[in-house]
């Protein structure tokens, strides 16, 4: 536990007071949310917290890198806590059922980094794999939720590893993503993850939600269609020939992985025009991906949230870091008002 600590760096109270913009007659959810007091306790304070959720952050591209995306993945979790921080505490919504308990530090890691460099990138994936699936683990044992803010959805294998772990079984997904990430099992990156679990037997169920048809390969459609496990829709079919529609897929597909503990993963290259690693023209609107939180957070085996590959570092200006921030805190917010109905 000692080496995952080391890569874990807390947040103290102190800390988050940097994060919130206060305002006198008005209370912000970083002024009640709950933090690791000593960080050499970090497993007994988990435990004994009150609070149903824990935000961690991923802030890594290397998976991205790996998979031959464009940088910037890290630079999304700090505006996305910012902005979750300094949201009104209301009648919607309880900080005092909010731990937030820091990030894992690759940060150096992403700055020296050389994506030709393969050998060394695959074993900087599967350090973050095994360092996410035990501070996962560890969050699951405590009876929380997780809420993960990344990074690549390379770390859907230690979200993924981390929950069945604790659970002691297989369990399910619901992927609201442009591209299915079961390519090859080759080296770790971001468009393996989902392999690796299946492999690996932590993931049993899968359903991806507005695949691009023009971005996914036939031999994985040729995978997918002799599995009965896995099932998906693609965005051309829900927003271009319009044949089958967002809502009554919503319902199909929350059949499909219902039936135990599922995690909810969202890719944000999904949605049109948003900073990601994989920005795209033409894809759900930012409506669409908070109503599809809302929808799957609200069923009781909704038990973890992972957002992901936001970069806000493609747009090369300030306020991209801003809406990007902000739309994660919004996608967060709904996933906790749901949850806690």
Do not use: W
Not at 147 to 155: A, P, Q, Y
């Amino acid at each position: 536990m000692e080496k995952l600590f080391n890569m874990l760096r807390t947040f103290s109270e102190h800390d988050i007071k940097n994060f919130v913009s206060l305002r006198k007659g008005e209370t912000k959810i970083g002024e009640l949310i709950q933090t690791i007091s000593d960080s050499s306790n970090i497993i007994e304070e988990l435990n004994n917290s009150s609070a149903k959720f824990v935000i961690l952050g991923v802030p890594e591209d290397i998976g991205v890198k790996m998979n031959y995306g464009n940088g910037g993945a890290h630079t999304a979790f700090t505006p996305a806590l910012k902005a979750f921080l300094s949201t009104q505490e209301n009648q919607f919504i309880n900080g005092e059922n909010i731990f937030v308990l820091g990030y894992l530090d690759y940060l150096e890691d992403v700055s020296y980094f050389d994506k030709s460099d393969r050998n060394k990138g695959d074993l900087l994936v599967k350090a973050i794999d095994q360092k996410l699936s035990e501070v996962i683990k560890l969050i699951v044992e405590a009876d929380k939720i997780p809420i993960v803010i990344g990074g690549g959805h390379n770390n859907s294998y230690g979200n993924l590893k981390g929950f069945s772990e604790a659970k002691q079984q297989a369990i399910n997904v619901i992927n609201l993503d442009a591209h299915t990430d079961l390519r090859q099992l080759e080296e770790r990156h971001s468009g393996n993850g989902f392999s690796y679990a299946i492999e690996r037997n932590y993931l049993d169920k899968y359903f991806m939600f507005g695949l691009h048809e023009n971005y996914t390969p036939q031999y994985i459609f040729d995978y997918m269609q002799d599995k009965s496990n896995i099932d998906y829709n693609t965005y051309e079919e829900l927003e271009v020939y319009k044949s089958l529609s967002f809502e009554s897929e919503l319902e199909r597909a929350s059949n499909f992985i219902q039936d135990k503990p599922f995690g909810i993963e969202i890719d944000l290259d999904c949605i049109q025009n948003f900073p990601s690693s994989a920005m795209t023209p033409s894809g759900f609107t930012s409506l669409q991906a908070r109503q599809f939180v809302h929808f799957f957070a609200k069923n009781p085996n909704a038990s973890y949230i992972h957002i992901c590959e936001g970069a806000p570092a493609v747009m090369n200006n300030e306020t991209a870091a801003g809406q990007v921030g902000k739309f994660i805190s919004y996608l967060i917010s709904d996933f906790i008002k749901a949850k806690g109905k």
